[in-house]
């Protein structure tokens, strides 16, 4: 799927000549997708590095010339960083404990002027070793600081985070839940069972904030339980363009809803609003590699009576045990104790996160990115337990197809 | 309307011979709508009397004989009350300073056993005053007393309230917002208009509430803003059972719901759902008498950055200035401070108070009953202002009989 430009967020690569913000850039993306285009540029013009950042997405860098030339030609270099500093979301210095000094101040300075957040990366520590001293003064003006090596890849891991960290909001949080998959003056079809999980007088939040999202695009939406769902497709002379169903009532849903209509789960929309949709599919895919004896790890972010409480201690640790015919080894995390060590687990299972801002659950997503351990939701591993993965990924094409590309590998190997 | 005997909180009055039982609930009743029937009963049988409470609504007294006969006639007597007891949600034991004793405390304890509330009436305090030892003694065993005297009506006020607080939480809150006026299979339209008041990726709680008391109804609805209300008809094949709108939106949502589809507001749910709707009707049509000087209270139930504080605050009293063509001298109740004196105020106009429970709207209702001062609701003014009362009232033919009766008393003044 393309991000038009103006929904990345744009990083600017600022810093003196051959202090190895090219490498550096190579290093964040060397495990990416890949570098999409490079749009050529004069040697004074910046040059324009669309990428997919993991997990943050689609993002642009813009990798300034080195500005610390004050010739002629330095003049008009000055001049056109000046106006990278203006578009920049989130701004790189690069420098190392060599050649750190007022040229990187001025920069850092113009960005706190600005409001716009700042990080600064000390490469090259290979060859140059931050000073302790350095360091004290440094965090005494609270910059946010990041040793990295691009040449052995130290820090470049801890680069990510911060990025992650410092992101503006608006670049985190995705505006859409599921009005983009519906359209303005459209329906959507929302099935919300009421069973004696459901906190009385209410409706939970990815619920509320799927009707929301559907006000707020100029859509709206039908709201059945799944006993419901014949009797308000029937009332329609118009079908729904689209039908969303807790993960639990999937199957009757499934087989009440006409195949031309695109159906798909809350959890799906909320793996994709409040996570990485595409790596929880290859996630919820990993479950047919469990082995009795595995370690398998189910995080809830809600601390106390979250809803989905049964789901993650009942029904998914027994039906994983089923699937696999032997026994796991299943522990749990609760609000915030996310275990440090993490790699021993073989897959982590995730509820939605409804009740967390997206940066939180990106910062875990990655975490196991890093260490190359699958992870999931629930919803998607209730999906994919009952077999109707394919049908509600069909809204989603990107995720379809890294389903389809990983069914694909497996039949290769036979 | 007519309820079930099995809806009504089914209050026995217990005591000896000659206490006062009936004239206690005579002086109880005098105000009101009057006994609906005496069923009549031998003398040894006690005495049901079906009759509207207020603010409660409706209840069933019922009138046990004495039960401190120990001949042949009070076994008989005796068994009968026993049975009067097992089907009594709310026990009033009435004595007084004089006769108080075992027989009283043995009565008491049966109830407490079967964990049945239970108040004290001490009655004839005109006659037989309390002593202040006897009262300490009471309040040791954490018996809720009320001191009355049925022949001046003191302490009456009290024992209202004493019974609105003690009654189980199932006779005050009543189980249905709006499904009673969908039915099951049935469809109602909400329109949720999203203003800038409209909280961030929520819906307010009586949306919430009511798509939920539709779904645990059996019935279902559609969630529209108020553009897009005529769309959302229009793909319907079977027209919704009722509309209900948002107070803000009423004029449009009006003119875009053909006549025969029945029509009303949130707060006109809320009205009947938290507090008593005929009374707040009634209070909302009181704005007519207002004059320019008169005072005029505006509570709101929550304390802190409420939803509806512009309403509450800046449309409310620039349209009730400008209906009356004068100043009102308007004053603001926060959350639980409400004045201790409200005899000053020609109007109370209150929040939906959607996030209290009910009993505490209904003693606010019966604080200004007692003092015949009129007390109604954001959403009734507005729509009252809006001159689109008696549509708003169609869904509800109590109400709406209130509403016209008024007017035919007007209407006979000249």
């Keep these: 799927m393309k991000s038009p430009k103006s929904f990345r967020l744009h990083i600017g690569l600022f810093g003196q000549r051959n202090v190895g913000k090219s490498s550096l850039l190579n290093a964040l993306t060397s495990q990416e997708v890949s570098i999409v285009s490079d749009i050529a540029g004069t ?11 993991l997990p943050l997405g689609p993002v642009l860098f813009i990798d300034t010339a080195g500005v610390d030339d004050e010739g002629a030609l330095g003049q008009q270099r000055i001049r056109k960083t000046r106006a ?4 920049t ?4 210095v690069v420098s190392n404990a060599e050649v750190w000094g007022p040229f990187e101040e001025k920069l850092v300075e113009q960005f706190r002027e600005r409001d716009v957040p700042v990080l600064v990366v000390f490469n090259k520590t290979d060859l140059y070793p931050m000073r302790s001293c350095m360091q004290n ?29 410092s992101a503006p909001d608006d670049f985190i949080n995705r505006p859409a839940i599921v009005n983009d998959l519906v359209g303005p003056g459209e329906m959507a079809m929302l099935v919300v069972p009421i069973d004696k999980e459901a906190p009385k007088g209410r409706l939970i939040l990815p619920q509320v904030q799927s009707i929301r999202d559907l006000l707020d695009g100029d859509s709206f939406c039908m709201v059945v339980k799944e006993r419901e769902l014949r009797e308000g ?55 047919d590699q469990l082995q009795a004896g595995d370690k398998v790890l189910i995080a809830e972010a809600c601390s106390h009576h979250p809803i989905g409480e049964d789901i993650g201690t ?16 299943i522990d749990s995390a609760r609000g915030r104790d996310f275990p440090d060590n993490i790699s021993d687990y073989k897959l982590i299972i995730h509820c939605g996160a409804c009740m967390w801002n997206r940066r939180e659950m990106l910062s875990r997503i990655m975490k196991a990115r890093q260490l190359n351990i699958p992870i999931t939701n629930y919803g998607l591993t209730i ?31 036979g």
Excluded at 240 to 253: I, R
């Design 43 to 53: 040697t004074t013009d910046p040059v324009e590095k669309p990428m997919e950042l």
């Design 84 to 87: 990278v500093i203006d578009r």
């Design 89 to 92: 979301d989130l701004a790189i």
């Design 137 to 165: 003064s440094l965090a005494g003006e609270k910059l946010k600081t990041v040793e990295t090596s691009a040449t052995t890849g130290a820090g470049i891991a801890a680069l990510r985070e911060a990025i992650l960290k």
């Design 233 to 287: 497709l029937r009332r329609l002379n118009t079908p729904p363009k689209l039908v969303v169903t807790d993960s639990q009532a999937f199957l009757k849903v499934a087989a009440d809803t006409p195949p031309e209509i695109p159906l798909t789960s809350f959890s799906i929309l909320f793996a994709r609003h409040q996570g990485d949709l595409a790596e929880m599919v290859r996630g919820a895919m990993a479950i």
């Design 314 to 329: 009942v029904k998914i640790p027994r039906w994983l045990t089923q699937y696999v015919g032997g026994k796991l080894e």
């Design 383 to 413: 999906a994919y337990s009952l077999g109707i993965f394919e049908r509600a990924l069909q809204p989603f094409p990107g995720a379809l197809e890294v389903y389809r590309e990983a069914l694909r590998k497996r039949a290769a190997k």
